[in-house]
T-cell receptor, first 112, second 116 residues
Framework: EPEVTQTPSHQVTQMGQEVILRCVPISNHLYFYWYRQILGQKVEFLVSFYNNEISEKSEIFDDQFSVERPDGSNFTLKIRSTKLEDSAMYFC??????????FGNGTRLTVT | AQTVTQSQPEMSVQEAETVTLSCTYDTSESDYYLFWYKQPPSRQMILVIRQEAYKQQNATENRFSVNFQKAAKSFSLKISDSQLGDAAMYFCAYSPFNTNAGKSTFGDGTTLTVKP
């Protein structure tokens, strides 16, 4: 069964540094998403991406964040000038036009 | 804005018994999806079951079934014959029906403990 893959599984970075989280969505899916889950809390929507542009974003997704689909397969989340509170699990997901999001296994980001 | 409420932060069940996890939601839409996801300690997000709001029949997947009450905006998950591997955090989620259907709103989660 096709799946969403995310790399790396764990990323440790120093406060103030930039990180790029990578995702390969399911190939025939049209919509791509990033979600965040701070340890012990709920999963929160960050951004959705369709037709090479952001279709919707949450209040969390401020200027510190950006997304890109640099080629036909990868979908990336860039976090600039990381803060301690950015430490979380970041999930990539993809979906067809209708239907549930299929989640990757997540990238655990630790900011020290 | 849509909201999803899971009123049970923690639940426990004896192995082989049945447990029901509660979820309520608020929306002004008539068509939408509802999902239950399982998150084990590995923190993967595993889709357990889905329900389309236009379908009156409750969804079933093996030992997992839902009680979908559209008028009451209630969507509970029943786990029958509970197994040790069912122990996890369970999240209820709402998604719009049309475009951007993967943009989900999640509840706070219910931690399920299965006792041997």
């Amino acid at each position: 069964e096709p799946e969403v893959t995310q790399t790396p599984s764990h990323q440790v970075t120093q406060m103030g540094q930039e990180v790029i989280l990578r995702c390969v969505p399911i190939s025939n899916h049209l919509y791509f998403y990033w979600y965040r889950q701070i340890l012990g809390q709920k999963v929160e929507f960050l951004v959705s991406f369709y037709n090479n542009e952001i279709s919707e974003k949450s209040e969390i997704f401020d200027d510190q964040f950006s997304v890109e689909r640099p080629d036909g397969s990868n979908f990336t989340l860039k976090i600039r000038s990381t803060k301690l509170e950015d430490s979380a699990m970041y999930f990539c997901a993809s979906s067809e036009q209708t239907g549930p999001p299929h989640f990757g296994n997540g990238t655990r980001l630790t900011v020290t | 804005a849509q909201t999803v409420t899971q009123s049970q932060p923690e639940m426990s069940v004896q192995e082989a018994e049945t447990v029901t996890l509660s979820c309520t939601y608020d929306t002004s839409e008539s068509d939408y999806y509802l999902f239950w996801y399982k998150q084990p300690p590995s923190r993967q997000m595993i889709l357990v079951i889905r329900q389309e709001a236009y379908k009156q029949q409750n969804a079933t997947e093996n030992r997992f079934s839902v009680n979908f009450q559209k008028a009451a905006k209630s969507f509970s998950l029943k786990i029958s014959d509970s197994q040790l591997g069912d122990a996890a955090m369970y999240f209820c989620a709402y998604s719009p029906f049309n475009t951007n259907a993967g943009k989900s709103t999640f509840g706070d989660g219910t931690t399920l403990t299965v006792k041997p």
